[in-house]
């Protein structure tokens, strides 16, 4: 597992060449590409299709032949191009997003602490509400029931964020918290900027059977911006996942934290 930003990095070539970074995201309902990289490779469009991501960004849909992590190759897949320069910015930056929902079928283990990426034939087991947790399919993107002081709200793990965990704006209202929010920047997404407040919170945040540290979370209308009638779910990011190893099984919606 490389890493860009608190985002975790794999190594994808495409159709043979590259490789070319991409950050494999939990968070992402679909692999997306750089304009400049498809230009770079010669992709063509799909005749008579047109893409729009979820948060209404026009886009160019193109059919990849192989791309290829390791010795993972996925074939024949359908990916969005689209201007990415203003998210991911600098000489080091990715050139696209690679979704975890590819893998359907195996079990995509991100394993923080080793700094590992794998992929292996298998399944989850039922959940548990302990580690296991299963999501349904009007989620797009894994979802977990959180608990924030006392409250439960339904949380996306998202590994392409790095923040620890971001609420709903409305959530620095109607929460104890510890001290005032406070400004603390602005969130910068494919479909524009948004504010972001940050807080502490009074009363445990916890996940099945871990209790989790978090000094501070951000409130911010990220999933509001990026998928309408999203906006009621929170956010997951790195400063959380890095102390687990979390198993996606996309095929059967579950995900499991050790």
């Known amino acids: 597992m490389l ?3 608190g985002r975790p990095l794999v190594e994808v070539t495409i159709n043979g060449r590259g490789p070319y970074r991409f950050i494999l995201d939990t968070g992402a309902s679909g692999t997306v590409i750089g304009m400049d990289l ?12 047109s893409a729009v991501t979820p948060s209404g960004v026009p886009a160019t849909r193109v059919q990849v032949e192989q791309m290829r992590m390791g010795k993972v190759v996925l074939k024949n897949s359908f990916v969005a191009a689209m201007d990415l320069s203003g998210v991911l910015r600098g000489a080091d ?3 696209g997003v690679l979704s975890a929902a590819s893998f359907s079928g195996h079990l995509l283990i991100f394993d923080y602490p080793g700094r590992r990426i794998q992929v292996r034939k298998g399944q989850l087991g039922p959940a548990d509400g302990r580690r296991v947790f299963e999501y349904t399919a009007a989620d797009l993107l894994p979802t977990v029931p959180l608990r924030v002081a006392g409250r439960e709200i339904p949380a996306h793990i998202d590994s392409g964020a790095s923040a620890a965990l971001t609420l709903p704006s409305r959530y620095k209202d109607e929460l ?9 920047g602005r969130a910068r997404t494919v479909s524009g900027e948004t504010a972001v407040y940050a807080a502490g919170v009074a009363g445990a945040i916890v996940l099945g059977e871990y209790e989790l540290e978090i000094p501070q979370v951000r409130f911010a209308d990220i999933r509001a911006a990026l998928i309408p009638g999203k906006s009621e ?3 997951i990011g790195y400063e ?10 996309s095929l059967n919606r579950r995900i499991r934290f050790d």
């Open 93 to 95: 930056a990715p050139r």
């Open 3 to 5: 890493d860009w930003r």
């Open 233 to 235: 779910r929170a956010n």
């Open 176 to 184: 104890p918290l510890r001290d005032k929010p406070v400004e603390a």
């Open 240 to 249: 959380v996942l890095r102390r687990f190893v979390v198993t996606m099984d």
């Open 38 to 49: 498809r230009e770079e490779l010669g992709l063509p469009a799909v005749a008579g299709v």
